[in-house]
């Protein structure tokens, strides 16, 4: 379906193919004087051109703690861009329409038009709130992320799904944005705690379980580099991520083929843990989503679609060396059905899962039923 | 640069050719009953395809007052699609994040999921907010535009711009998101005030000043039959409106290229009436946009690009049978001058117009100095 070759480039760049909306992902280690020229060529190539001349840097508490906004926006200074800082909390629950009628106060009062270039800086909860306000000021600013966690790195700064929350549903209000650039510096992973380090990983070991059984054995191989945080390891697997991202979100940009519902491998049982456990509850995404690919994977087997044991135990093992969990037997599965039941990949009343067929290899399928799935949650 | 041929077809459609985002215009006589049947084969063109089973018809109270919305509601029920009805308060106000933020509540209520349609019926302030909600719930909810004033129908429902309100800056929060489809009923213009009609010819005489001077010539036979609101005459003044606004948005769908900004003749002037006199003071948007058309002619007049008289006594003559202002010498010119400079088309300090060069034929330029601008404004 695809081609999953890797295109590794010596500049440690991965192209995202969208004809006139195609972005670079770059990837550098401890570069924070490199963004501005990144910065400046990448809008080239967008509808502001060369004429942007202001910015507005959205990031959170823990990250300007760190003191990283100052260097983004000095390096911004240096291509002539002059840069504002709007530092919200650091959390979910910054990711609301009324955080995000604050930074439309911001650019009404920078008189903001299309060539105010948005930086989203941050985790995920700031790429996607910064990206919905590119998205919805003027019909559309030019955005460039830079994601600080291995999380955003390999998933949401990739793709264009921007949003915020609804107080009854969450990511319900958003858009599909594409960044003009995404700059990823594995230097912000070294502050990140172990625990948001693993919940990345999970992330990581997804995109092997869906395309790419070959970067899962080399996952295999390199687990202890990777939880070292070696630039080298950390590269490697951020670049062959956004590489299998990139190829997918090309292939069906506004989830409109089904394609693209392939990335949530995972998603069915680990989006309904997050839900029946809460969102602020002992599950965070990552954890939730490794426990739910390895159930998915047990359904997997129940199909017949693979054989029992092989994919999940080698799964099972390689999450258990990350640190993450593979079950959540507490929760009440009569709940889970339900949170189930809700998602949004379903149609006709049936729950739709993507499951895997072999290593590398994932198909979207109505035909688990209730039984074989209350049988996998208690496993 | 565009074919401006006319493409009448018999059963009054006008195909808005963008791609794989393509829709139909259809312009009818009272008929209700025909719009479940418009909205099943427009929706199966989208996404949504045939599932489509629910639906939130957006709509103000003046509308509601006359009945309408339930006969929508009863013609979407023929199809097998159950429609809630919004009812918001008549006027520019509404059109909120605040209201937007209402409409996500109903839309959470009603566990609405990509497949749900939104139906934006009423005038400009209602498109604008039922479009924007349609374009940033769960990324875009199919929207099909019934506009029921004349501005509407040849103007604000054609072409993805859909947005709200900050209350620092006009339109400043939106989008762009194609409707699946635009049903237009001649039958609403009966029970519109005589100004708001009025105020919508001024966008017509727009449409035959940029791109088709036999269109304003037709104009000028049948202005008393358009005045009288008879069927035929607003359907042929309709059609043509709107395939010339297709034609160009067609052309230059996001406002990137620049050929969509010759919809902005008449505006630069005309939005800085507005901003001055003040958006609830003595004049409309139509208003302001023939008194801006015939300056800006003034304009072309002085930089040479047409000749003293001709166009511009053409242009005076057809707003005034029409009811419409041609001169507003009582603002000041300064204040009017100091908004213009704030006006999105403007690059690197010069205010940009889109001036005639002759009737049917303008184009986009920053060569009119302040003294011209001032001269004008005072004639």
């Given at each position: 379906m695809f081609s999953t070759e890797t295109t590794h480039e010596v500049d440690h760049t991965v192209a995202v193919p969208l004809g006139p909306r195609s972005y670079n992902i770059r990837v550098v280690a401890n570069d924070p004087a490199g963004f501005g020229p990144f910065a400046r060529a990448e809008l080239a190539r967008t509808w502001a051109g060369a004429s942007c001349r202001s910015a507005l840097i959205v990031t959170d508490m823990h990250i300007a703690d760190l003191g990283i906004p100052a260097t983004i926006q000095a390096s911004l200074g240096d291509i002539g861009i002059a840069a504002l800082i709007a530092v919200l909390p650091a959390?979910?629950?910054?990711?609301?329409l009324e955080n995000a009628s604050r930074l439309y106060d911001e650019l009404v009062k920078l008189q903001a038009d299309r060539h105010t270039l948005i930086v989203g800086l941050g985790g995920g909860v700031i790429g996607d709130l910064a990206g919905f306000v590119a998205a919805t000021y003027a019909r559309g600013l030019p955005l460039i992320m830079i994601p600080t966690t291995l999380l955003a790195q390999v998933d949401s700064s990739v793709g264009g799904k921007v949003g915020v929350n609804h107080p009854g549903a969450k990511n319900i209000i958003g858009a599909f944005h594409q960044p003009a650039g995404v700059w990823i510096d594995t230097q912000y992973l070294s502050n990140l705690p172990t625990r948001e380090l693993r919940c990345g990983l999970a992330e990581v070991v997804k995109y092997g379980v869906i395309l790419d059984a070959e970067f899962f054995a080399n996952l295999e191989q390199i687990a202890e580099d990777v939880l070292r945080r070696e630039h080298g390891a950390l590269a490697r697997i951020i670049m062959r991520c956004c590489e299998i991202k990139a190829l997918v979100v090309a292939a069906d940009e506004r989830e409109e083929t089904g394609l693209r519902a392939m990335l949530n491998f995972g998603h069915t049982i680990g989006h309904a843990i997050e839900a029946v456990a809460g969102y602020d509850g002992p599950y965070k995404h990552g954890e939730a989503v490794a426990v739910g690919m390895v159930a998915e994977c047990r359904l997997a087997e129940r199909l017949g679609w693979i054989k029992k044991g092989d994919v999940t135990d080698r799964l099972v093992r390689l999450l258990e060396r990350f640190g993450l969990p593979t079950r959540a037997t507490e929760l009440d599965t009569g709940r889970l059905i339900e949170a189930m039941?809700?998602?949004?990949?379903?149609?006709?009343?049936a729950i739709r899962f993507v499951l895997p067929?072999?290593?590398?290899k994932v198909e979207l399928t109505d035909s688990a039923d209730v039984d074989d799935i209350l049988t996998v949650l208690s496993a």
């Open positions: 959390g979910e629950s910054t990711k609301s039941s809700r998602d949004k990949k379903n149609r006709n009343g067929r072999a290593l590398g």
